[in-house]
C-alpha cells in the first residue's frame, strides 16, 4: 500500500467527515495478521491423504446434485460427466486436481480504504465480524429480532476496532427493511458507515450485479478495472450433503466471473447432514468444497476462492447443532491441513451455542479460536458476536470476542528475544531476592509491556466485592455503548456518496430485485 | 501395570468398602492420555537457545542465593563456586549441563492403587486437582476461609473424577487443623479418601519425614523399598529472583535422597519479581529452574525432577497477578520448550484471576490449557477448582474444569480414519440432499460418538429462556452436590489402615511437627 498515494487520492474529497474514531480508545492499530506458529496437524500425512483420497472417490461415484442448469452445462463442458436426469454430476479425480491446482494461493481483498485491505492466503490471519444472526440481544434490552438501527450499530462497532479487519455479512439481519431493496441499503451502509472490506450473499443475479455496482462505484473503478481487483467475496453453502443449489451456484458463476472471491463453505454437521464420524464428515465436506472450488476455476481460471470448513457435531440427544466442541477443534484442524494440502486459502469461525454470555460461551468461543489458530485458518468468520449457534449478534460478545482476538493477535506477536529484551543486565542489577519494579528496564516498558484487557477484572476478591461484584457481561456492556457513542462515520468522497446516492435512487424507484425465492 | 496380580495383591483387605463411585455418573475411564499432536514451537532454535545461554550465564555470573548451608556444601562438593559472605552460589555452564543430564526423561508416578499410577514425562500428559488455596467456595455457602470439611470434599471429587489423575496439593488448606498436625491429617485424608498419587508440602524435614513414612505404609513398602519406588512429589518453588529458601532445599534434598519427586516451578512473574518482558522472565524461570534442577541431581543422581513454569505477567496498574493471559500462553509454550530440549517431564497450570465463574473465568482458563497442551506440559497443576489467581478453591469452578479438562482429552483422542469412520457407505447410501440420522452407521455409533458435555446447555433461546435462563455456573453447583452425594472411599486394606491410624496416634501424642516456620 502506498499511503501517499492513497491520501492523494481521497484529497479531493468534500464534505467527508474524515474522522477516526478507532482512536477514540486504546487499541492496537490496525495490523496484518500473520500465523506466527506453525499449525498444528491432527492427522498425519497418511490419513490426510486417506480423507482426500475418499472424498475424491465420493465425487466420482457418488458425485454432486447440481440444481442450476448453466452450473451443470459448464461442468460438463469442463469435462464431468453430468446425468441430467438426476442432475448429479459426477467428477474425475484428474479433473478435480487439476482445476483446484489454478485456484490463487493468496490474494488481496481490497477495502475502499487501502490501509484496511487484507491478504488472504498463505501466512496470513484475518478477523471477520460476525455474520447473518436473525436475531440480536443487548442485556438492557434483551434480545429481538434484526433491525436496521442494530444492523448499523453493529458495522459500527466492527468499523471502530481494528482488530476486525472485514465485514464478513450482516451482523444481523436488518428485517424491517424490505426484502427487495434490503441488500441496497446493506450495501451502502457498509460503504458508508465503514471502510473496510465486505462480504455480499449470493441472493440471485440481480443483487449481485447491484453489489458488483455498488463497489464499483465505492471504489472509484470501471467495471473492467473491478474485474481485475478483488474487492468483495461472497460465502458459498453447500446444501449437505451433496447438494449445490441454484442461488450458490449462480452466485460462483457471477463473482468468479467478476475475479471477486467465493468461500465454498459445507455446512458439514455431523451426525445430521453429515456422517456421525468426524472423519466420515470431513470426507463430506472435502468432497463438497472441492466440487465448489473445482466449479469456480471452470467459471474462471484463477479466481479467487476460498476452502470454508464448518464441520461440526450435532446433541445426538436432540439433533441439536454444537459449537466449539472437541469433534469441532478437530475438524477445524483437519480441515486447515486439506486446505493448505491444496494450498487454497482456509476459512474457520469463532462459534459458540451458548444462549448468554456465562461461561459456556467463552469456553467455547475459545476453544473455536484454539482450533482456528492452530489450524491454520486464515480468515475467521464470526469473530465478534456470535451467540445461540449464530441465532444472535450480542453487542456484550461482540465486546468480549474482540477482546479474545486481541489477546489472540498478541499471542501471535513474534517473541523477540534481542540483546535487550533477555534483561541480562536488569537481572544482574536486581540480584537474589530484589525487586522489577524499580528498574530502568521495566520503566522503559511498563506502559506497554502486556496486553491491557478490555474485560478482565483483576482487581482483588475484596475490591470486587465491594464494587458490586461485576461479572464480565456488565463490563461489556458498559464498554460497547461508550465506544459506541465516539463512532464517527469515515471520510467518503463525496463525488463517490452522490454516485451511490443515484445509484441507490433509481434501484429503489425500479423496485430493488425480486423476492421469489 | 499388571491387573492381576493388583487385584491378587488388594484381594487380603478386610473390611475394605471397595466402592467405585467413579462408576456413579457417566465418563470415561481413568486413561493414560497421550500429547497426540506436536508441540507449537513458539521461540524459534535460536530463541531457544538464547534464552538457554542467557540464563546459564546469570548462573555463571550472578549466581542464586541459596539460604540452606547444608544445600550450599552439597552444591560446593558437585563444584559450584560459593560464596559464604552472600550466600550466593555461582554455576559454571558444564557443571549445569553435565547435571541436567541425568534426570530421567520419564518415571512413573506410583498411586497406592496401581491403576492410578501415572507416567510423567515423554508425551504423557498428567491432570490434577488444584492446589493450595486459603479459601473456598461455592454458590450456596459463599467464599470462606478452608477448612477440613471442604479438604475432604474436594479429595472426594478429585477421587470420583477420571479425569484427575494426581492430587497435586492440599485443594484448599484446612486452616481449623493445627499446623503441627495438619499435615498428618492431610496426608491420612489424602490416603484414605483417594487412591490417586499425591503431592506432600516441603514445609521442613518432620513433615517429610511423616509424609515418606505414611506413604511408605500406604503403598505396603518398607523404607529401602520406597527408595527405589516414586510415591509422591513436592513442589519446590524459588523465592524469585534468584533465591531458594530453607525448606525447599531441605525438601529438595529429603526427597530426591528417597528417589521421591522434586518438580522445580520459579514463581517468575514479569514486571515484578522477573523482568517485564516475557524473554527476560523466561531467562529467569530457566536460570532458577535449571540450578535446582541440578541441585536435585547433586543430591542423588538420577532422582526425578520436573521443569516448572509459572511465568505469567502482573498487571502494570495494580501490581496484581494475571493468569490466562497472551503473555502467559507464550510463557507456557517457551517453557515446554525449554524442558523438552533439557529432556525434562514438564509442568503447567491450569490458571485464572478472575473472582467468579463468568466468562472471564473460563476464557482465562481455556488460554491456560491452550499454552499448557500446545506447550506440551507432562502435568497441569491446578487443573481443576482454580479461581482468584489461586486464593480460592470453587466447586463450581472444579466441575467446569473437568469438564474442560474432559474436552481436551476428547481432543487430544487420536483421529480415526479407519475405512468404516471414512464413512464412504454411509455417504453414498444416503446420498445428495438425504439424512444421515437414520443410517445403520449413525445407528450403531450414536451413544457414544460426541463428547457429552457436563455443563453446555444446548437448548434452543426459547426452551433455555422457559426453563430459567440458567447459567453456567448453576448448571455447576447442581452437578456438584449430586455427585459428592454418590461419593464412596476407596477400599484400603485393613492391616494398612491400622499401621496408619498407629502411626497417627503416636505422631498426635508427640505434638506433630514444630510450627516455627
Redesign the interface.
Known amino acids: 500500500m502506498n499511503d501517499t498515494r492513497s491520501k492523494g487520492r481521497r484529497s479531493r474529497r468534500r464534505g467527508a467527515t474524515g474522522a477516526d474514531s478507532s482512536a477514540s480508545f486504546a487499541q492496537r492499530p490496525f495490523t496484518k495478521l500473520k500465523q506466527?506458529?506453525?499449525p498444528?496437524?491432527?492427522?498425519s500425512e497418511d490419513?490426510l491423504e486417506?480423507?482426500h483420497q475418499?472424498s475424491l472417490?465420493?465425487l466420482s461415484?457418488?458425485?454432486?446434485?447440481v440444481l442450476l442448469a448453466e452450473a451443470r452445462r459448464i461442468m460438463r463442458e469442463a469435462g464431468a460427466e453430468v446425468d441430467e436426469s438426476t442432475e448429479?454430476v459426477r467428477f474425475d479425480p484428474d479433473l478435480i486436481m487439476e482445476k483446484i491446482a489454478t485456484v490463487p494461493s493468496e490474494f488481496t481483498l481490497h477495502a475502499r480504504n487501502p490501509e484496511h485491505s487484507v491478504v488472504l492466503g498463505g501466512d496470513n490471519v484475518v478477523f471477520d465480524m460476525m455474520a447473518s444472526a436473525p436475531?440480536c440481544s443487548d442485556i438492557d434490552r434483551g434480545?429481538r429480532t434484526g433491525n436496521q438501527e442494530d444492523y448499523r450499530n453493529f458495522l459500527r462497532l466492527a468499523q471502530m476496532h481494528n482488530i476486525l479487519h472485514v465485514l464478513g455479512g450482516y451482523p444481523v439481519e436488518p428485517v424491517d427493511v424490505h426484502a427487495s431493496i434490503r441488500h441496497l441499503d446493506c450495501i451502502y451502509d457498509y460503504i458508508t458507515l465503514t471502510d473496510k472490506a465486505y462480504c455480499v450473499y449470493s441472493l440471485g443475479e440481480d443483487r449481485i450485479a447491484d453489489a458488483l455496482e455498488m463497489t464499483r462505484i465505492a471504489h472509484g473503478l470501471t467495471m473492467e478495472q473491478l474485474r481485475e481487483k478483488t474487492c468483495l467475496f461472497s460465502i458459498i453453502n453447500t446444501?449437505s450433503?451433496?447438494?449445490l443449489d441454484i442461488p450458490m451456484m449462480q452466485g460462483v458463476i457471477d463473482l468468479a466471473r467478476m475475479k471477486q472471491a467465493v468461500v465454498i463453505t459445507p455446512f458439514t454437521l455431523?451426525?445430521?447432514?453429515?456422517?456421525?464420524?468426524?472423519?466420515?464428515?470431513l470426507?463430506?465436506q472435502n468432497?463438497e468444497a472441492l466440487a465448489g472450488i473445482a466449479f469456480s476455476q471452470m467459471v474462471n481460471t484463477g479466481a479467487p476462492a476460498m476452502y470454508g470448513g464448518f464441520t461440526s457435531?450435532v446433541?445426538?440427544k436432540?439433533?441439536?447443532p454444537?459449537f466449539g466442541?472437541?469433534?469441532y477443534?478437530?475438524a477445524q484442524h483437519?480441515g486447515g491441513q486439506l486446505a493448505r494440502k491444496y494450498s487454497i486459502p482456509y476459512r474457520s469461525s469463532n462459534v459458540c451455542?451458548?444462549?448468554?454470555?456465562?461461561?459456556?460461551?467463552?469456553?467455547?468461543?475459545?476453544?473455536s479460536l484454539?482450533g482456528a489458530i492452530?489450524g491454520g485458518a486464515n480468515m475467521l468468520m464470526h469473530g465478534a458476536g456470535w451467540l445461540?449457534g449464530g441465532?444472535?449478534c450480542s453487542y456484550e460478545k461482540t465486546i468480549?470476542d474482540i477482546d479474545?482476538l486481541q489477546?489472540?493477535a498478541?499471542?501471535l506477536?513474534p517473541?523477540?528475544?534481542?540483546e535487550?529484551?533477555?534483561?541480562?543486565d536488569?537481572?544482574?542489577e536486581?540480584?537474589?531476592?530484589?525487586?522489577?519494579?524499580g528498574?530502568a528496564?521495566?520503566q522503559a516498558?511498563?506502559?506497554d509491556?502486556?496486553?491491557a484487557?478490555v474485560?478482565?477484572?483483576?482487581?482483588?476478591?475484596e475490591s470486587?466485592?465491594e464494587a458490586g461484584?461485576p461479572?464480565?457481561?456488565q463490563r461489556a456492556n458498559a464498554v460497547w455503548k461508550q465506544r459506541l457513542a465516539a463512532y464517527q462515520a469515515p471520510s467518503l468522497d463525496s463525488a463517490i456518496r452522490e454516485e451511490l446516492d443515484a445509484f441507490m435512487a433509481k434501484r429503489k424507484a425500479e423496485g430493488g430485485a425480486a423476492t421469489d425465492f
Chains 1, 2 share one sequence.
Not at 430 to 437: I, M, N, Q, S
Not at 455 to 461: E, G, H, I, K, V
Open positions: 506466527t506458529y506453525q498444528v496437524a491432527v492427522a490419513q486417506a480423507i475418499a472417490r465420493v461415484e457418488t458425485g454432486i446434485r448429479q436475531n434480545r446444501n450433503p451433496l447438494q455431523s451426525g445430521a447432514m453429515a456422517p456421525v464420524t468426524i472423519a466420515g464428515a470426507v463430506l468432497a457435531n446433541d445426538m436432540s439433533g441439536s454444537a466442541t472437541p469433534e477443534m478437530k483437519v451455542a451458548a444462549n448468554t454470555i456465562d461461561a459456556q460461551a467463552a469456553f467455547e468461543s475459545v476453544f484454539w492452530n445461540e441465532l444472535c468480549l479474545l489477546m489472540v498478541e499471542f506477536r517473541l523477540d528475544t534481542s535487550d529484551e533477555l534483561a541480562l536488569a537481572i544482574g536486581v540480584g537474589p531476592a530484589g525487586h522489577f519494579f528498574t528496564h521495566t516498558r511498563y506502559r509491556a502486556f496486553y484487557p474485560l478482565s477484572d483483576w482487581r482483588n476478591f470486587w466485592k461484584e461479572i464480565a457481561i
